[in-house]
Structure formats: C-alpha cells, structure tokens
C-alpha cells in the first residue's frame, strides 16, 4: 500500500512538473530578470495549525526550507526560507495564500509572490507546483517555479480530530 502511494505520488509530480513547460504557464520575465538565473534544490518542512483534516477548515501555515543553488551570480551558493500563510485547508483540498521569503547565502533576501498554484493533496500529501515572480529584493522581477512533494508520515491522521500537523520532502527552486 505505502509503496503503490509513493508511486502514486511520483506519477502525480511528475505530470505536474509538466505545467512548468506549458506556454504561458511561467511570467514573462522583466529587462531585470535577464540579469540571473538560479535554480536549488533542497528540502521544506511545513506545519499547519490546526492540522489539515478530511474537510477543509481555517488552518495557519508555517514553514522553512534549506536549499542548495547552483547561480550565475557565481556568490549564491545557498538559501534558507521562511513561508507563512493561512487559508480553508484540508487534506483534500486547499485554498490559501503564502508567503515566502528566502535568505540567500549573501545576506541578500527575496520575497516571492506566488501568482499560480497546482496543488494535489492525495491523502494529506502536498504535491505542488506554485508559479510567480520574485517580488522584491534579489532577483526582483525574475519569474519563479518552484516543484515540490512534501509528505506525511501517516496520511490517516486526516481521520483524526488532531488532523496532519506536519509535512516535509523535497522542493525544487527555479528563478529566472
């Protein structure tokens, strides 16, 4: 059961990375967004309060990531996220509003406005694709994609009154 779920989930990241090549699917970038492009790879951790049940309900988001960059600004090697944001969740569905901010390894930070989001919530699992821009600070202007798959230890806790509290995996960043 687990593994066919893994599968599962795989297949639907997969399908949905596809929305990042989609014509139209990515901003246009500005004269600005010309000047870098940075892609990382790392890990988010994101935790609900309270936690995401069966049916969506009023939930707060909180969240931090680590990443590791590979940039032609040549001193961004690394960064680290903060996200928050709330909104009706549930472990089926989710409409809500984020915000991340990233601190790059330079000191310098981002914050990213999210303008497109896919997200596919099989059994409290978060498969998503958000796509938008840098809004301010470095990179201001670049568009951004960023895929991710973050997971929960025991999907059945969407049954429970505690609901799923905490979901973690890999996230991908794609600037410019």
């Known amino acids: 059961m687990m593994c066919a779920h893994r599968r599962l989930t795989a297949a639907l990241l997969v399908a949905l990375l596809s929305v990042i090549a989609a014509p139209g699917a990515r901003a246009q970038p500005t004269h600005r967004a010309a000047e870098a492009?940075?892609?990382?790879?790392?890990t988010n951790t994101v935790r609900f309060d309270p936690g995401l049940r069966l049916l969506p309900r009023q939930v707060g988001i909180s969240g931090s990531g680590a990443y590791d960059c590979a940039s032609t600004d040549p001193a961004v090697t690394s960064g680290t996220s903060v996200v928050t944001g709330s909104g009706a969740l549930g472990c089926l569905t989710?409409?809500?509003s984020?915000?991340?901010v990233i601190t790059w390894n330079t000191g310098e930070q981002s914050?990213?406005?999210y303008t497109f989001a896919l997200i596919v919530q099989?059994?409290?699992e978060a498969v998503v694709v958000v796509v938008g821009s840098v809004e301010a600070g470095k990179f201001a202007g670049s568009p951004i994609a960023s895929p991710g798959a973050q997971v929960?230890?025991?999907p059945l806790r969407?049954?429970?009154d505690t609901g799923v509290e905490l979901i973690t995996g890999p996230s991908t960043l794609l600037i410019g």
């Open 98 to 100: 984020t915000t991340e």
């Open 152 to 154: 929960t230890l025991n």
């Open 94 to 96: 989710s409409d809500g």
């Open 111 to 113: 914050r990213l406005a």
């Open 122 to 124: 099989p059994g409290g």
């Open 158 to 160: 969407c049954l429970t």
């Open 37 to 42: 492009l940075t892609t990382c790879a790392g």
